[in-house]
């Protein structure tokens, strides 16, 4: 991978408390991007479905989900800063790796330079986040997340995504003075479907308003508690 220094960015420590995600930054403890949009969304459909397949499946599905997706993105992290990626032998272990191999066959090589992987960033006095890749897609700068599903998307279902890297945009442009304004999310569902949903002019500045409005939103509630 064409690995390129270009920025000097810091190593942010993070820790929970009060049950949402926060980040120790130079500017104090801020918020995670996810911890924001977590309390601001709308969950009526995530509860339907837990009184759909009941409390415990919930909890089982989800369990397995993140186990999965922290693999997925090891595998990917690894292979890009070219350390040895994890092993194993159960089903989790061998989805993992199978996903990630269809990210780097389909979606890594459209990434001409990196400038950083698993990178902190925040917004001065607002938020912090780790995005998992800074650099260049297909000839402009980008932000980048990967994302496994346990099944295909459609776009207006990765609207989160996109308003989550959209923060990681705004934020690396103040502090490094840049200009980023495209987002790529890269997917790969368990069956190796590969998607990548890319957000960029016009529609990039409309999904940094709406997540402007999430902000104010939960800086709302959190003065009202």
Known sequence: MNLIAKYDYPSLKRFN????????????????VTSILDRTKDKTFLVEWKKRVGEQEAN????????????????????????????????????AKDMSEVVIEKGLVNINEIWGSEISLYYPDL????????????????????????????????????????????????????????????????EGQYQEFICEGKKFEDKCEKWTERLEEYYKYETNQ
């Open 127 to 190: 938020y912090a986040g780790t995005t998992d890749l800074v650099g260049v897609h297909n000839g402009t700068p980008a932000i980048m997340d990967y994302k496994s599903t346990t099944r295909p998307k459609k776009e207006e279902w990765v609207e989160d995504y996109y308003l989550q890297c959209c923060a990681y945009a705004l934020a690396h442009n103040e502090l490094y003075e840049t200009k980023i304004n495209k987002i790529v999310i890269i997917m790969c569902s368990r």
């Open 60 to 95: 089982r599905i989800t369990k397995e989900a993140s186990g999965l997706g922290t693999l997925f993105h090891k595998h990917l992290e690894n292979y890009i800063l070219g350390e040895e990626r994890p092993n194993g032998n159960n089903f989790v272990y061998k989805l």
């Open 17 to 32: 408390s009060s049950g949402k995600r926060l980040y120790n930054t130079p500017s104090g403890n801020l918020p995670s």
